[in-house]
């Protein structure tokens, strides 16, 4: 869902990695760009959650757990003594999305 939806709008070449930092500015810069109509925000939240996800995933040795029904991010702060941040990136999109937020902002502050 997420490589097809970044393909679609210009932004991802298949093969490309979702971690690709500038493949983060293009998504960032696409995201703020737009005027989401309340009929398209759940929708643009999903495949915005979705790239968090899987940016974090992918560049940044999180792992995801099930909680009910919820997909947290788990991020380690100490691996070794098994401390993790756990969160649902669900409202953190919806924010970045209803406010306009730098979605590059926000990665780089919680990728650092």
């Given amino acids: 869902m997420l490589e097809e939806f970044l393909a679609d709008v210009g932004l991802y070449q298949p093969g490309q990695r979702i971690a690709d930092p500038q493949l983060l500015e293009r998504f ?61 990136t669900i409202p953190v999109a919806a924010g970045i999305v209803r406010n306009r937020s730098s979605l590059k902002e926000f990665l780089d502050v919680l990728s650092s």
């Fill in 28 to 88: 960032s810069n696409w995201l703020g760009a737009q005027n989401v109509p309340d009929d398209a925000f759940f929708w643009l939240v999903a495949r915005v959650n979705a790239f968090v996800q899987e940016y974090m995933v992918e560049g940044h040795s999180c792992s995801r757990r099930i909680d009910g029904n919820r997909i947290l991010l788990c991020q380690p702060i100490d691996a070794a003594q098994g401390v993790f941040r756990e969160f649902d």
